[in-house]
Structures are given as structure tokens and as C-alpha cells.
């Protein structure tokens, strides 16, 4: 048995904090290797060792049984190993081709000789299934055919040690298990390949080895074939988990939103919710079941007030809310976790106690005659980062852009459920969160259900849906494709209303 | 981690590095280095040390007159830039906030202190209407606020030159001389620095710092602007109100580059002028705003630094270097300040093989 990788007794001293712990990693030539750990457990950085991108404090890395000084990204590269980061680094006016050579480019006559590269970019896309068509532009492919162009980069420069870094967390379902099947193609011609994730499934269905840190410790290595994901996940989080949403039955009030009869158009001007009508009461978690792209995020827009509606009607509480603007919604008492952190649910330039009062910035207590308040809003962020388990470095004042993806998360649900809103609209809550941190957020929605607020909860998790919900619609093409009881249905049911294989009675729209 | 005091020395060092290029230009074209300090000290301190003299007041109150415009025009592009607005219309909006004040110094005769109170009015409220039509079409049309204020400098200008000749009194070039009432010329300020051209408009300036910053820092309509301008979408998201944040925003910065256009036409000529070509307050606005980033301190900084470079420079074409050389040398130090973000790395880099070197003699 030969070693592609290993890391040995590895340890990393930041200022003020040691993010590794004396780690050792080894990963076996040919097999899928698994590195679990909270957001926060010290996995990037262990990663980043790797690359050549930090130097460990004490340790050793040896990579095909030769020790190794890894100085810088290119000692890496050389190496033989390759990173797929989360956030795609592609050029996206460049065709595949032009972002795969960049850097290396061949040349012919002194000119960029993309034909030639071309062919090698095809020949492998074939090699390893990945189906990339080497002279399309980023800007006009998918996020999965995305990262496939990332995979290639690496295969490329004949790295034969593949790092993926949480590379399911931007894939729909459909493309997760795609990128599977990839992986254990890339194996199977002999590529060694580690896996930074939090997901117990997907551990479960492709590795072989999973090695697990806890808050920069080492834990300790299984095989995965002899573990279950319960075993996995008390090894990450250090005490037994609960995978099943523990809640009583909902007790459904009056109809606090009413969506009638909705039409509204997407990006492309074509109608991406149509005729859509649904109720959630006081009390219960209606969860909307789809798969990605079939108006939910217009469905949400049009809720939220981030975009036009072209007919139909919204009310809250009985109050027709269709032509109120974002704000008059808020204060009417509609709360929103958003879907893309980034770009609408957080400020990553502000100080992170600056991202609390984003909604009440201009009002009592955090501002008085038009001037902050500042000790209030160092008191509301020493709540909130208390009550939440919000991780940062410097507490209220780090910039949030520097907080992890999970942390960022969690910043923002503090901020939305701590105001207690009685419509909370909820996407993808928990997107990038480890399962400890999955487990709190479920709780807490749950909780405001039993406070008696209504909960609208957008996810493309199926296990989430069924877990959280009471009641649990189904979107198929802007349709609203059947509501059915939680605890009356299964996945395989919602499988086949989400694709549209089985129509519902109420599905208003024909094809 | 002491990040300020950081900043500071990587500021320091940045015109350190700077001076160092221009004595290296100096020397490269044959002259004598000791002519960029002389020039520097002279210009700012009136120390002359070729002559010996010391200190001259005058000389330091010139220095702090040619700064204080550029100050204000740091204010106003700084100002727009955290709303994540390009005030390149700065030059425009100096034009018609000192014609404004102008045209209300000749025009509207009033009692007292009243006077100069109204002209200062004025110049900061033609800014602000000069920076509100690309702020408008900004927001009501997502018409680039670039295009726009680039195309509102040309109207400033002859728009300005138009009323300033139309005004009673008015030759080709100039208006009258404006009454006393109206000016902002202080007896006091001058008597204190050996009789300079330093006048009132320095209150401005430095009221207007105070009002940046405590606008930008401590205020909730700062905050928005600060959301606003980091990232638009998510300050619509959380309900903010975008374009009117923009519309504000672009007034406001405006009113500052009006108000440059005041002291300049108040406190130094105590007229109107007409300008043949723009005087560039506010292109050396986008300098001193961008390097001092946009933070009220900084932009003081930046705007002095700059108007040391710009009364260095007479200095250094009277030793006997040609003016084009002068400019290099002030754009170079220019460049490296602007360059502190690299310096920054560079710095990094070097620490960063230190730190390694030193350990890896540890561990042998």
C-alpha cells in the first residue's frame, strides 16, 4: 500500500489561536479521501498547508513517500496536486479553453495556440466523462459544468492529487451526483483525490477513508464502509447528533400570507411563476419543495418586494401588501433569510455589529435624532453573537467579510429570527452549515413556529423540507405542483412532483 | 495587530519613496537633488537653505490657501465614492458654486455677516444642484454618473463664464470686484501669517471635514450611504432606500466641490473669473479623495500633501528645473502613495522570508 499523501503531526499557530493540532492525514494512492470537520475546525487551513499557501509551525508532509517542502502554490502545482476552490476562479468572458491554458498557454509561431489545447481539453473531458465542450464561454454554462471546467484545469497540469474544497455546496441534486460519478471515474485512472466536506452523505456514498478534526484537533481516521453517518457525525461535533427535527405537531392559526393567483416574470421576461396560490398560517412551516430553477426564486422576489409582479396578490394579515415597497414590508412584520448571502443578506465590507441593525439602523434604540447609537449596537451584536454562536475573530468588529461561509450564515439568521417577525421567509437556511450548527438553526425555526409565527421555508434539501415542515408545497415550472402533509408523503412521492412526472390536482398550469 | 499605526508608517514610507524617485530624476537630468527639499521646505515653511532664512509665516499661509480647495474637492469625490458613486464632476461644480457665490456677492446686497453667509450658501447649493442632475439621471435612468458629470464640467464652465460676463460691471475676463460685506478676506489670518492670502474660508474647510466625517462615521443616513455604497443589492434588500441614496449623495459631494468654488472666488480673488480652461480643483479632487481613502483624516492629509507639491513646484522651476520635470517628481510621489496597497505586500513579503529564515535557523 502506497501513500499519495501525507501529513504528519502537523501543527499551525496563528496569532492567538492554533488552527491545527498536531494533524496527521494520510491519504492512500487511489481512493477518496474525506476530511470532516466543523465550519471552523481548521480544515481550510490544514488544506491550505497543503498547497503551499501557509507553512505549518511543526510537521512533516511527505507526498509518493518522498518528504516535501511545499514553499509556495507552484512547489504544489509541480507536485502534482491540484485544488478546486468553492468560489470558482474562471474568467467569465473566456471560452474553456482560454481559462484552462491561462497561465501555460501553448504557443505556435509565437501565437496562442488554442487549437491544439482544445483538442487535449476534449481528449480528457472524454477520459473522465466530463462532458465539456471546450469553446463555449463560462458566462454560458451551468455552475456544475463550472467546476467540471476547474477539474479539467487541474487534470490539465497533471495534478494526480485532487483537492476538492466543499465542492456540493453550490451543485443542485441532480449535479451532485454527477460530480460522484466523476469522482470515482478520477480514482478509478488512478487520481488520488481528498474531500474537504461536512456532508455525511456524500462521504458516505464516495469515500473510502474519512479523517475528522474537531476545533483543530485530530480526532481520528474510519473506514467508511464500517461507520454510519451518526458515528461520523459525533466524531465531528463531540456529542451525539440528532438527525430528525424533534418537534411536536404544528397547532395552524389563522392564514397570516396569502398568495393569490401570482404571476411574475423572470430575468429572461418569461412568466417564471405562474398562477401560483398558497397559504401559510400562524404556527406552521409550509416548506417549498423544488428543484432549482423553478421559480422559487421568483416566488420569493415577489414575496419579499425585490421585484415586480405582473398579476396576483399578496396579503399579510389580511392586508393587501402586492404594491408595498421592501421596507413597509419589513416593518409590517416579514422577516427574510435570503438566498445568496453575499450579495443581498450581508454587507462583507461592514463590521459585523453593523450587520445587525441593518433593518433597524434608523430607528429606536440604535439611533436617536439621526446619530448611532453606538453602545446599543455593541450591546444587540454581544446578544446576538451569544444567543447564535456566531465564530469570528474579533467578535462584533470583525469585518464580516473575513467570518467563514457557516458563520456568515449564522449572522444572518441571528439577525432575522432574533427580530421575531410573524412571516419569516426563509431560503436554503442552512446552505454551507455543518450539522451541529444545522441541527440549532431547525430548532430555532421550530421554535418560532411554536411562538406562532408563520414560516416559509425555500429549500432544495429534501431532508430539510420533510424534516422542518408541517405542510410541504411542491413548484414544478412556476407551478404550484400539489401541498401535501409532511408526514403523509416521502421523498420518492416529492421526487416525482418536483420533476413533474406526477401531476397534482391544483397544478393550475398546463405545458 | 496595530493596524493604524501600519497605515501610518506605510503612508510615511510611501513619500519617502516617492522623494527618493524624484531626487533620483533630479540627478538623472543633471541637477542638484538639494533642490527638491529646498524647494519643499521654501514652499511650505519659507526655510530657504541655500539662503539660511527660517521660518516665514507668509509662506505657510500660502501653503494651507492652496490646499484648502483641493481638501474640499477630496471631500466631495471621497464623499460620493462611499456611496459607491465616481464624482468625476467635481471641476464643474467648483465652477458654478463660485460663480453662484459670486452672482449673490454682486446681485443681492444684504446687511453684515448676513452677506457672506448667503454667497457661502449659495456656492454649496449650486454644487449640489450640479451634482443632483447625475445623481437624478442615475437613479431614475441608470445613466452612468461618469458620462454625465464629465459633460456637466463643459456646461459648469461656460455656463459660468456666460454669467459671469452678463453680471453689471463685468469685463471679458472678470466681474468687479465684490463688495467687502461679501468676502471672505480676514485681516486677522493674513496679519497672522506675515500678510498671506490665508482668509475665513478655512472655517469652511474645516467645518466641511468635521461634517464628513461625522455624517459618514456617526450618523444612521451615513450608514445607509456606507451600505449603499459596499453593496447596492443587499442595501435594497434590507429596504434601504437606494436611489435616493444616490440622489443625496451625489448633492452633497457636490455642495463640498461648491464650496471649493467659493473660498477660491471669496477668500483668494474676490471676484468672478472667467476660465478658458478647466483649473483642475477637481481632478486633483479624485487624487487627494482616492489617496487619502476617502476617509475625512486622510483626505486632510492628502490635500496638504498635494498642495505642498503644488507651491514646491514654482520654487523648483525658478532653481532652474523645467516644469515638466517638476510634474514628474510630484506625480511620482503621487503614484506612490497611491501605491500603498503594494508597498503593503511587498512589506508582507519581506517580513514573511525574515520570519522563515529565522526559524529555519532555528530548527537547524
Redesign the interface.
Known amino acids: 500500500m502506497t501513500y499519495a499523501v501525507e501529513m504528519l503531526n502537523i501543527t499551525k499557530d496563528f ?1 492567538g489561536i492554533r488552527a491545527n493540532d498536531n494533524v496527521t492525514v494520510k491519504v492512500e494512492k487511489g481512493t477518496i479521501h474525506a476530511l470532516l470537520g466543523e465550519n471552523g475546525a481548521g480544515k481550510s487551513t490544514l488544506m491550505s498547508i497543503l498547497f503551499g499557501l501557509y ?1 505549518p509551525t511543526s510537521g512533516t508532509i511527505r507526498i509518493n513517500e518522498k518528504e516535501v517542502n511545499i514553499t509556495d502554490p507552484n512547489v504544489a502545482t509541480a507536485l502534482g496536486i491540484g485544488m478546486v476552490h468553492q468560489h470558482f476562479k474562471l474568467i467569465e468572458c473566456f471560452t474553456v479553453t482560454e481559462n484552462i491554458i491561462l497561465g501555460m498557454e501553448p504557443t505556435k509561431h509565437g501565437m496562442v495556440d488554442t487549437k491544439s489545447a482544445a483538442a487535449k481539453i476534449k481528449e480528457l473531458s472524454e477520459l473522465y466523462g466530463l462532458n465539456v465542450e471546450p469553446n463555449s464561454l463560462i458566462s454560458d454554462i451551468s455552475v456544475g459544468m463550472q467546476q467540471r471546467v476547474e477539474i479539467l484545469k487541474m487534470l490539465y497540469r497533471n495534478a494526480d492529487i485532487l483537492i476538492f474544497d466543499e465542492p456540493t455546496a453550490v451543485l443542485t441534486p441532480q449535479e451532485i451526483e454527477d460530480l460522484m460519478e466523476i469522482m470515482k471515474r478520477l480514482v478509478k485512472e488512478g487520481k488520488s483525490i481528498l474531500l474537504i466536506t461536512h456532508k455525511l452523505k456524500e462521504i458516505k456514498a464516495v469515500a473510502d477513508k474519512c479523517s475528522v478534526l474537531r476545533r483543530g484537533k485530530y480526532i481520528g481516521t474510519v473506514d467508511v464502509k464500517d461507520t454510519d453517518e451518526e458515528k461520523m457525525a459525533e466524531m465531528m461535533v463531540g456529542r451525539e447528533v440528532s438527525f430528525t427535527v424533534d418537534k411536536k405537531d404544528a397547532k395552524p392559526g389563522d392564514v397570516v400570507l396569502q398568495i393569490r393567483n401570482l404571476n411574475v416574470k423572470n430575468s429572461k421576461g418569461v412568466l417564471g411563476v405562474k398562477d401560483f396560490s398558497l397559504d401559510v398560517r400562524a404556527g406552521e412551516v409550509v416548506g417549498l419543495a423544488g428543484i432549482d430553477g423553478n421559480g422559487q426564486s421568483e416566488l420569493v422576489f415577489a414575496l ?3 421585484s415586480p409582479i405582473e398579476s396576483g396578490q399578496i396579503l399579510l394579515d389580511g392586508e393587501d401588501i402586492t404594491h408595498k ?6 416593518n409590517l412584520g416579514m422577516g ?1 433569510i ?1 438566498e445568496d448571502r453575499h ?8 463590521p459585523l455589529k ?1 450587520n445587525f441593525i ?2 433597524e ?2 430607528e429606536a434604540p ?2 436617536k435624532n ?3 447609537q453606538e453602545k446599543e449596537i455593541d450591546k444587540n451584536a454581544e446578544v446576538l453573537i451569544e444567543e447564535f454562536d456566531v465564530r469570528s475573530g474579533e467578535g462584533k468588529d470583525s469585518l464580516t467579510r473575513s467570518m467563514s461561509g457557516g458563520n456568515q450564515q449564522k449572522a444572518i439568521v441571528a439577525r432575522e429570527i432574533h427580530r421575531s417577525p410573524k412571516l419569516l421567509i426563509v431560503v436554503q437556511p442552512t446552505r454551507g452549515l455543518d450539522v451541529g450548527a444545522i441541527e440549532y438553526i431547525h430548532k430555532r425555526i421550530i421554535e418560532e413556529r411554536d411562538k406562532g409565527k408563520a414560516i416559509l421555508m425555500v429549500s432544495l434539501e429534501l431532508d430539510e423540507v420533510l424534516d422542518v415542515s408541517d405542510r410541504i408545497a411542491v413548484i414544478f415550472d412556476g407551478c404550484l405542483n400539489g401541498v401535501m402533509d409532511a408526514k403523509a408523503t416521502n421523498e420518492n412521492e416529492l421526487g416525482l412532483l418536483m420533476s413533474g412526472s406526477l401531476r397534482k390536482d391544483g397544478a393550475a398550469c398546463e405545458q | 495587530m496595530n493596524s493604524k499605526k501600519d497605515t501610518l508608517l506605510i503612508s510615511l514610507l510611501a513619500v519617502f519613496i516617492g522623494i527618493l524617485l524624484g531626487v533620483v530624476i533630479l540627478i538623472a537630468s543633471g541637477h542638484s537633488p538639494m533642490i527638491l527639499f529646498n524647494a519643499l521646505l521654501r514652499g511650505t515653511f519659507g526655510i530657504n537653505l541655500t539662503m539660511g532664512t527660517g521660518l516665514n509665516l507668509r509662506y505657510l499661509g500660502e501653503f494651507i490657501v492652496f490646499s484648502m480647495p483641493i481638501i474640499l474637492t477630496g471631500l466631495s469625490v471621497g464623499f460620493a465614492y462611499r456611496t459607491g458613486l465616481f464624482n468625476i464632476g467635481a471641476e464643474g461644480q467648483v465652477m458654478v458654486g463660485g460663480m453662484a457665490s459670486v452672482v449673490v456677492a454682486i446681485m443681492v446686497p444684504l446687511p453684515g455677516v448676513l452677506h457672506v453667509i448667503a454667497c457661502v450658501a449659495a456656492g454649496a447649493l449650486a454644487g449640489a444642484l450640479w451634482g443632483f442632475i447625475p445623481g437624478l439621471l442615475k437613479s431614475k435612468f441608470n445613466v452612468h454618473e461618469v458620462v454625465v458629470c464629465i459633460m456637466l464640467n463643459y456646461t459648469g464652465m461656460y455656463f459660468s463664464n456666460w454669467v459671469v460676463r452678463a453680471l453689471p460691471g463685468s469685463t471679458e475676463s472678470k466681474t468687479a470686484m465684490i463688495p467687502a460685506s461679501a468676502s471672505l478676506n480676514s485681516d486677522f489670518l493674513s496679519g497672522l501669517t506675515g500678510n498671506s492670502r490665508l482668509n475665513w474660508g478655512i472655517l469652511i474647510v474645516i467645518a466641511s471635514v468635521l461634517l464628513y466625517w461625522f455624517i459618514i462615521e456617526k450618523t444612521s443616513f451615513g450608514y445607509s450611504l456606507r451600505a449603499t455604497g459596499f453593496n447596492k443589492e443587499g442595501a435594497r434588500y434590507a429596504g434601504l432606500k437606494v436611489d435616493r441614496n444616490i440622489i443625496t449623495s451625489m448633492m452633497i459631494s457636490g455642495a463640498f466641490a461648491g464650496l471649493a468654488g467659493t473660498i477660491v472666488a471669496l477668500g483668494v480673488f474676490n471676484q468672478g473669473r472667467t476660465l478658458a480652461a478647466f483649473e483642475n480643483y477637481g481632478f486633483d479632487g479624485i487624487a487627494v479623495g482616492l489617496v487619502g481613502a476617502c476617509n475625512a483624516i486622510g483626505i486632510v492629509l492628502a490635500g496638504l500633501l498635494f498642495g505642498m507639491l503644488k507651491v514646491a513646484q514654482p520654487i523648483m522651476q525658478i532653481a532652474g528645473v523645467p516644469k515638466q520635470i517638476g510634474e514628474i517628481i510630484s506625480s511620482s510621489i503621487v503614484l506612490f502613495v497611491a501605491m500603498q496597497y503594494g508597498i503593503k505586500i511587498i512589506i508582507g513579503r519581506i517580513a514573511k522570508r525574515r520570519l522563515e529564515k529565522k526559524e529555519g535557523s532555528v530548527s537547524q
Open positions: 496569532p507553512q419579499t418586494g425585490m415597497s421592501i421596507k413597509e414590508r419589513c427574510h435570503p450579495k443581498h443578506g450581508l454587507i462583507l465590507d461592514f453593523e441593518i433593518h439602523y434608523n440604535f439611533c439621526m446619530i448611532l
